[in-house]
């Protein structure tokens, strides 16, 4: 497996099929999300980080095949099948029938949608940071259904419960996570 534990080729890759900013923040928000995690879970933070950061390859060259796209271009790229089912089962129920059965998987499917909601929380505070951010009003705006609106807060639910952390936990690591890489994501200390 040639890039699969080499963030840089992986980065390189990720910015070959996206273009778009916002793509390619969310991407490095979930592989720091995923890094954070894995040290909970006493796991590897750069597998896991690869991971997260690879888990949209495909979305922004091939929505309608999300999930499914993302199987050939891995492949063609290197990386094991163990790698291509963690990337793939986060569309679990949504664009693909790939159940996620490890814990790192698990996780990602329950931050992916998750990282969107801080994101678009942090985008509302003056000072557009997830330094400052709590848990508190994520789960406020968790409730507020026309809030990010396009955030399923049925599969952060179901992801929750799958990878066995509370709502609330779930949100707390995840912002903590997104912390770690914050200011590469324009999420950092910003002036008000």
Not at 88 to 108: N, R, W, Y
Not at 121 to 143: G, Q
Request: charged residues 25%.
């Amino acid at each position: 497996m040639k890039n699969q534990l080499n963030r840089e080729a992986a980065l390189q890759l990720l910015k070959e099929y996206n273009e778009s900013e916002s793509l390619l923040n969310h991407g490095l928000a979930v592989s720091g999300v995923m890094a954070h995690f894995s040290e909970l879970e006493g796991e590897d933070p750069e597998y896991w980080g690869i991971v997260g950061l690879l888990h949209d390859l495909d979305y922004e060259k091939y929505p309608e095949e999300h999930c499914v796209k993302v199987v050939e271009i891995l492949t063609n790229n290197g990386y094991d099948d163990a790698f291509i089912h963690s990337v793939a089962s986060h569309g679990f129920g949504i664009c693909t029938d790939v159940e996620p059965t490890h814990q790192m998987e698990k996780i990602l499917f329950a931050t992916d949608e998750l990282v969107g909601l801080i994101t678009a929380c942090a985008y509302m505070r003056p000072s557009k940071s997830v330094n400052d951010l709590e848990v508190k009003s994520v789960k406020k705006k968790f409730k507020a259904q026309n809030f990010a609106a396009g955030v399923s807060r049925d599969v952060i639910t179901k992801g929750a419960a799958m990878s066995g952390y509370s709502l609330e936990d779930l949100t707390k690591e995840t912002i903590l996570g997104m912390r770690t890489i914050a200011d590469d994501i324009g999420l950092g200390n910003n002036e008000a």
